[in-house]
């Protein structure tokens, strides 16, 4: 039995999608939309929904044995697990913003708002830039308007969100796509599953 801890939302759904092709098919996961775990016990497989955010804690600590995860919260937060492959789905990207015509002054500390507090600590100290960092939970978009940061970092996909709140990207931090993960156990004790169900995924994506 695979277990798979999938992200609840769109980008999951479209996931299970490609599982489903793939022949991992659980077709009770249709049928309603309160119930979290579904299994096909035929076909040696366990979907359940997750947070996001949280697919990564399930894999690392083994509750699941692979799931599906963006690369942000892998770069945020360096879980321990294998990233197996890229699912080539959810493609953003993370970037800075500013306001637009926002000018950077190099010797002043630059005041930055964002969730993803580790990516941005990384990329500003390769960078040598001195920064405050700022710990904001959402809408991080209206930091800038009011002077509470100079910059945001934080995830645009089509840019709207930035552009109906006046902003404009200056800088690319890396690019995002979904990834498959798994727990390093798992991935020991079922190598055969796991590297068979990412062939046939895989094969599916090209
Ligand atoms: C993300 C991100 C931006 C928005 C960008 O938020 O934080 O606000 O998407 O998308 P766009 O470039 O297509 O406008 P998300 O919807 O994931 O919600 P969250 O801020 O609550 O995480």
Not at 52 to 78: F, M, N, T
Not at 166 to 182: C, D, H, K, M, Q
Request: glycine content about 6%; some cysteine; hydrophobic content about 40%.
């Amino acid at each position: 039995m695979i277990n798979v801890a999938l992200p609840k939302g769109r980008l999951g759904e479209k996931i299970y999608d490609v599982f489903e092709k793939a022949g991992y098919e659980c077709p009770s996961i249709k049928e309603t939309s309160r119930k979290l775990l579904f299994e096909n016990a035929e076909k040696g497989v366990r979907y359940f929904w997750v947070k996001p955010s949280d697919v990564a804690i399930y894999v690392e600590r083994g509750a699941a044995d692979i799931g599906v995860c963006g690369k942000d919260i892998l770069e945020e937060y360096s879980p321990a697990v294998y990233e197996l492959c890229d699912l080539k789905t959810g493609n953003c990207r993370m970037a800075v913003a500013a306001k637009k015509g926002f000018y950077d002054d190099g010797n002043r500390t630059l005041k930055v708002a964002t969730k993803f507090v580790n990516a941005t600590k990384r990329y500003y100290a390769e960078k040598s830039r001195e920064i405050d960092i700022i710990r904001l939970n959402g809408s991080i978009e209206v930091a800038p308007t009011l002077g509470l940061a100079d910059v945001i970092v934080d995830i645009v996909e089509t840019g709207t969100t930035l552009k109906e709140n006046n902003l404009e990207v200056i800088e690319t931090v890396f690019p995002i796509s979904a990834r498959l993960i798994a727990n390093k156990a798992s991935f020991k004790f079922k190598t055969q599953e796991i590297e068979n169900l990412v062939e046939k995924v895989t094969a599916l994506l090209d």
